[in-house]
T-cell receptor
Framework: GAVVSQHPSWVICKSGTSVKIECRSLDFQATTMFWYRQFPKQSLMLMATSNEGSKATYEQGVEKDKFLINHASLTLSTLTVTSAHPEDSSFYIC????????????FGDGTRLSIL | GDSVTQMEGPVTLSEEAFLTINCTYT??????LFWYVQYPGEGLQLLLKATKADDKGSNKGFEATYRKETTSFHLEKGSVQVSDSAVYFCALSNNAGNMLTFGGGTRLMVKP
């Protein structure tokens, strides 16, 4: 149980394109999902906390107009990288957990974004 | 704020060697502690967890014990395999929303 699916797994697109990444909790409802960015050989950097039915909470230094997050249902959060540029190329990972303190985060398989 | 420190890698071992990856934390209250593993090109998989002091998490031959007195959660395995080669992340959560604080990750390389 507690499976998180992330799609697509790999995107290559031209500079200036907007890219949408989906994160779904397949067998549980998630009022909160998290979006991370990971640079090569580094740890995960939390970008934002996605809250169902309300605005996302962004970490300091993350441009909310650049990285649009929508969490319209209890099983789906989306991250849209708007007008992507090569510096946005990275590995993006989402996660969600069951409700209750101490529950582990369950992660999607990540999306590798390459902007040409 | 909360923080997690884990030993820097890479850690290179021969198959069947004993593994220890150190992890210490700083947090208020009583956090839950986790080890995650990341294989190349993939997301993170939960390896094991412990939610209170003296709990031992275990899975696939890996173990870690929640030591509040030393604020540690060291990962151990008695006999590593080549397939254990991956990056291991120690993490804690200390809030109702289960937001994670990660260590920097430790790359393990097991040679046949």
């Amino acid at each position: 149980g507690a499976v998180v699916s992330q799609h697509p797994s790999w995107v290559i697109c031209k500079s200036g394109t907007s890219v949408k990444i989906e994160c779904r909790s397949l067998d549980f409802q998630a009022t909160t999902m998290f979006w991370y960015r990971q640079f090569p050989k580094q740890s995960l950097m939390l970008m934002a906390t996605s809250n169902e039915g309300s605005k996302a909470t962004y970490e300091q230094g993350v441009e909310k107009d650049k990285f649009l997050i929508n969490h319209a249902s209890l099983t789906l959060s989306t991250l849209t990288v708007t007008s992507a540029h090569p510096e946005d190329s990275s590995f993006y990972i989402c996660s969600a957990s069951l409700q209750g303190a101490g529950q582990p985060q369950h992660f999607g398989d990540g999306t590798r974004l390459s902007i040409l | 704020g909360d923080s997690v420190t884990q030993m820097e890698g890479p850690v290179t071992l021969s198959e069947e060697a004993f593994l220890t990856i150190n992890c210490t934390y700083t947090a208020t209250g009583y956090p839950s502690l986790f080890w995650y593993v990341q294989y190349p090109g993939e997301g993170l998989q939960l390896l094991l967890k412990a939610t209170k002091a003296d709990d031992k998490g275990s899975n696939k031959g890996f173990e870690a014990t929640y030591r509040k007195e030393t604020t540690s959660f060291h990962l151990e395995k008695g006999s590593v395999q080549v397939s254990d080669s991956a990056v291991y992340f120690c993490a804690l959560s200390n809030n109702a929303g289960n937001m994670l604080t990660f260590g920097g990750g430790t790359r393990l390389m097991v040679k046949p």
